[in-house]
């Protein structure tokens, strides 16, 4: 099978997918099984495309051209398979995760449900393999238009509330910056495709460079860097999997993804590191990284605490970026991988303390830990990862991105990464002691224990598997480091 | 076979022109049906002209055909280059879909002994907007531009069901389109005393020489002036929104997808073609006066559509608006903004075609229109509100639309020339045109139904088809638009060699 017909079959299977889901809308088993199905299916080509780029192969297609000498391009590059194959393998676990939760909580709309997902999930493909900026854009939109219904997927008016900033926020900001950014930069370089070493060097005068990097910057408004970040808590309305798949799976990485697809193949990291165009960003991303982690701190809820923590762990990855050493990129690039796997054991936990006891403020959570113990013992290894302790993979993204701050010899930046490390132990390590070293509130001990138990087998068993796979990450960081490497060299 | 093909520019508007009172013939067996197909057989005859046309023109380049076989400058001359070819594309293109629409909604919203009229009218309106386009001679734009003027005005007064509102915006927009009319013939008046010619061509030679003349700069005002009020740009427009809310629905479908199309097609003719740049106050007033209230009616028609009850007017609002980013597009005078401005003709066509026939689709079930009356129709009607809203993601300039091309080109055209601060107005212009396609798209899907009222079903497939085949354009030409791309480059650089 040749490699380019693979990245069209990764591209449209879940396409079919969700064809299928909406033809079986009425057997629910059979279309959760299309679900599983297709999800399989494209983690298998991902894992064959993995394979063909680690022997180093590379293959684009065109599919078509827009405007003439601008295409609809995909090609495979390290940085891209990545997050596809971050995005795919947790579609898997994401499904599994998802079937639990929403017939656990007897939700209305689920095929939609799964439709969009799988739409959502293409797109992401999409982002992932396009072979220049045009592209990316297009399918950076149809991700954001698919995963609407499902942050408003409850209707109620809060959703609605929520559903209209999400919306608002990243159609505006995409729109009103970020595709200026792509027209200017069209204009400039008469090119979008992604090129090593970008394609801007040269072209444009270095004192207006910082202000295309900021039309970028904050028209990627899906890394959430302030002061676009609101839709993220606002979004935090939408059922638990889907809020695992916004912040861990899809569309925040897509977010950060396209940040360091536009450092490293548009503006090129030596070209963004001599020009000095980044220095605001450096503290764009820090004022992010910390104020996101203080509101964190000062959140009951526990979904707008994971949404504020997630807000600051995307500006360690545009931080890392506008960085633009060698170091941070590779070290963006794993925190990419590595926060994916723990944010979504932390939102699939929150989930399933959700469907097992119907609570989603951490105050009430005393003395759960016994009740759940396989849930919280998740979440306690999630948070550990993306706090930076071993033996979990967090270290290692953490410690590239130090690196490259300390290759610059940015001291403070050093003490930035050092004082949110510390923030995340503020705000998730109590979650976890609260739920271990607390007793049990006394009218839920009247009401007998029994009521209360560990949520269904299909959340938990998701949760683990996630959990695991921060501690299995940690032994493999090097393949994934191995993997990046190409890109900055 | 090769000679009655020689013939088809004179074709395109007289046949049009003589089926009207043919079509009148039909009330003596009040065959309203027959009506209806005897103008949807000249749509689409005038529809083949105009492919024929346009690629002829893409093979061999421009047409010329003598009248009569009079030479010009004497004779009346029809001349077709790329440009008008594609406007004459649009307007009988959008004919050819609007008329099958229009059946149903016709048979709904006028009374049977008057939709023969209504279809005679229609069809002297699509001859005078076909004949406007095609001719090359300065007099006869005016000829049909009254012919298609006064049948619009008959057919926005006939109303949806005859309501009373429909005639007093028939009647302001008699007004108003007069005196635009007027103004325009006034201006053709002086340059005609000067030139003593009224060929487009003659008389663009002869304007070279004539930079200075003080009658041809008063001609020149009030033909600008005339075709501004045609063309409704702000603060000429008071005369649009009322007319394309009253309008009967198929009216209000061609009109808002052609009538000021037309009109902004003369307009580049004049600038380009017939002044040609050969005076230095052409820049001037497309930077000072143009540009300005472009900008504004951006701001206006947008704001203004935001607040709108009634979704026919919301959707005139917009029109107002898009009609400034065309005129951006001329203003900024150089290759890519005229591009993105050629394009954009065509390409709102496309996207209030769309619009306005789902508007109809909802007059058709709904009768009132304003927004109360949608609330919660978005699931009892699927296929008309999903159209509406892939419409109005074009609208918006979401990319794979047409609305996406256009906006790129004319931010490409801004870059070009250079004028930066003109970038956040047109980004905040098209989010503007989200809040207020959100509007819609909220109340339709998100409010639940009046409790009082009965179930509403899809429209018939009838209705459907010719809207979902306006929707598919809007997405193949954002798709695959290096085809409209090209003949609107091409165009954009017959408009400017002109220029001396």
């Excluded at chain 2, 005859?162 to 007093?168: C, E, G, Y």
């Excluded at chain 2, 300039?397 to 906006?407: A, E, L, Y």
């Amino acid at each position: 099978m040749s490699t380019e017909l693979v990245i069209a079959l990764a591209l449209i299977t879940p396409l079919i997918g969700s064809i299928g889901i909406f033809l079986c809308a009425n057997i629910p088993n059979l279309r959760e099984t299309i679900t599983l199905l297709s999800a399989g299916v494209l983690f298998t080509f991902i894992c064959f495309l993995l394979h063909q780029i680690s022997n180093g192969q590379n293959a684009s297609f065109r599919l078509f051209e827009v405007i003439p000498n601008l295409m609809i391009a995909f090609n495979i590059e390290p940085l891209g398979m990545l997050f596809a194959t971050i995005a795919s393998g947790l579609w898997i676990i994401n499904s599994l995760y998802s079937i639990g939760y929403m017939r656990g909580n007897q939700e209305e709309h689920q095929t939609r449900f799964y439709i969009c997902f799988a739409i959502a999930i293409s797109s992401s493909m999409g982002i992932a393999f396009a072979g220049n900026m045009f592209t990316l854009f297009i399918f950076y939109e149809i991700l954001t238009l698919s995963t609407y219904p499902l942050v408003t997927h409850k209707g109620t008016p809060e959703a609605k509330a929520g559903g209209r900033r999400y919306l608002g926020l990243l159609i505006g900001t995409s729109i009103g910056f970020q595709l200026i950014a792509i027209i200017w930069t069209w204009f400039l370089t008469g090119t979008l495709d992604f090129t090593p070493g970008g394609i801007l060097s040269g072209k444009i005068e270095p004192t207006i460079l910082p202000f295309l990097l900021a039309l970028y910057m904050f028209g990627i408004g899906k890394a959430a860097l302030m002061p676009f970040h609101s839709w993220l808590p606002a979004a935090m309305v939408a059922p638990t999997p889907v809020s695992a798949l916004l912040h861990a799976v899809a569309v925040v990485k897509a977010g950060v993804f396209t940040v360091l697809k536009v450092v490293v193949y548009i503006f090129g990291i030596e070209f963004l590191s001599s020009t000095g165009a980044s220095t605001w960003l450096i503290w764009v991303a820090s004022f992010t990284l910390l104020a996101s982690s203080l509101i964190a701190l000062s959140k009951d809820n526990l979904k707008a605490r994971l949404a504020y923590s997630t807000v600051s762990q995307l500006s360690y990855i545009v931080l890392a970026a506008a960085l633009a050493t060698k170091l941070s990129i590779l070290g963006a690039g794993l925190h990419i991988a590595t926060h994916a796997l723990g944010k979504i054991t932390l939102f699939m936990c929150a989930g399933a303390i959700y469907v097992a006891t119907h609570k989603t403020e951490i105050s009430d959570m005393d003395g759960l830990g016994r009740i759940m113990p396989f849930t919280f013992i998740a979440f306690a290894i999630a948070a550990f990862s993306i706090i930076g302790l071993p033996p979990f993979a967090g270290i290692w993204s953490k410690w590239y991105m130090a690196l490259g701050a300390a290759n610059l010899e940015l001291y403070l930046i050093i003490a930035v990464y050092m004082v949110s490390s510390l923030l995340n132990v503020g705000y998730l390590l109590p979650v976890v002691a609260r739920a271990f070293f607390k007793p049990l509130p006394q009218q839920l001990q009247a009401s007998g224990s029994k009521s209360l138990r560990e949520a269904p087998l299909l959340c938990v068993i998701p949760l683990c598997i996630t959990a695991l796979g921060c501690l299995v990450l940690f032994f493999f960081a090097g393949e994934v480091i191995d993997l990046l490497r190409p890109i900055v060299n | 076979m090769t000679n009655w093909l020689h013939h088809i520019p004179i074709l395109i508007v007289a046949v049009p022109l003589i089926s009207a009172p043919i079509c009148v013939l039909f009330t003596f067996g009040a065959n309203r049906k027959a009506a209806w197909l005897w103008t949807l057989l000249v749509s689409w005859f005038a529809f083949l002209c105009a492919i024929y046309l346009l690629n002829h023109v893409l093979e061999n380049g421009e047409i010329s055909y003598h009248l009569g076989s009079w030479k010009p400058p004497l004779g009346i001359e029809y001349r077709i280059d790329l440009i008008n070819a594609f406007v004459l594309l649009i307007v009988s293109g959008i004919s050819a879909v609007a008329v099958p629409f229009g059946r149903l909604v016709v048979d709904r919203e006028i009374e049977p002994d008057r939709q023969i009229l209504f279809y005679t009218s229609y069809l002297l309106c699509l001859t005078g907007l076909l004949g406007v386009t095609i001719t090359g001679d300065a007099f006869n734009i005016f000829v049909f531009l009254e012919i298609s003027s006064l049948s619009s005005y008959v057919l926005i007064a006939m109303g949806v069901r005859s309501d009373r509102r429909a005639l007093t915006a028939a009647y302001n927009y008699l007004i108003l389109g007069t005196v635009g009319a007027t103004f325009f013939v006034i201006g053709l008046g002086f340059l005609y005393m000067v030139t003593g010619t009224l060929n487009i061509m003659d008389l663009s030679d002869r304007l070279m020489q004539l930079a200075d003349n003080k009658a041809v700069h008063a001609g020149y005002a009030f033909i600008i002036i005339g075709l501004a009020l045609k063309m409704a740009l702000f603060p000429m427009h008071v005369w649009l929104p009322n007319s394309y809310t009253y309008a009967p629905s198929l009216i209000s479908i061609f009109l808002a997808a052609t009538a000021t199309k037309v009109s902004i097609y003369v307009l580049l003719r004049f600038l380009f073609t017939v002044f040609g740049f050969s005076f230095d106050f052409i820049p001037l007033t497309l930077t000072f006066i143009f540009l300005p209230l472009a900008i504004i009616a951006i701001f206006f028609g947008s704001i203004g559509a935001i607040f709108q009850t009634n979704i026919k007017r919301l959707f005139a609002y917009s029109s107002v608006a898009q009609i400034g980013y065309i005129v951006i597009g001329i203003a900024l005078s150089n290759t890519i903004g005229l591009t993105a401005a050629v394009l954009h003709i065509f390409n709102h066509a496309l996207i209030k075609g769309a619009i306005f026939m789902a508007a109809g689709c909802l007059v058709y079930r709904v009768g009132k229109l304003t927004t109360d009356s949608i609330r919660g129709l978005g699931k009892e009607m699927p296929w008309t509100f999903s159209a509406l809203i892939l419409a109005g993601l074009s609208l918006i300039g979401i990319p794979t639309t047409v609305g996406f091309i256009s906006k790129w080109y004319l931010l490409l055209g801004i870059m070009e020339n250079g004028w930066w601060p003109l970038i956040p107005l047109i980004v905040i212009g098209s989010l503007l045109a989200v809040v207020y396609i959100w509007k819609i798209i909220e109340v339709a899907y998100f409010f639940p139904a009046p409790p009082d009222r009965a179930p509403v079903s899809e429209v018939p497939i009838e209705l459907l088809i010719p809207l979902w085949i306006l929707i598919g354009c809007n997405f193949y030409f954002g798709i695959q638009a290096d085809i409209t791309i090209g003949i609107a480059k091409e165009a954009a650089t017959i408009l400017l060699d002109n220029r001396p």
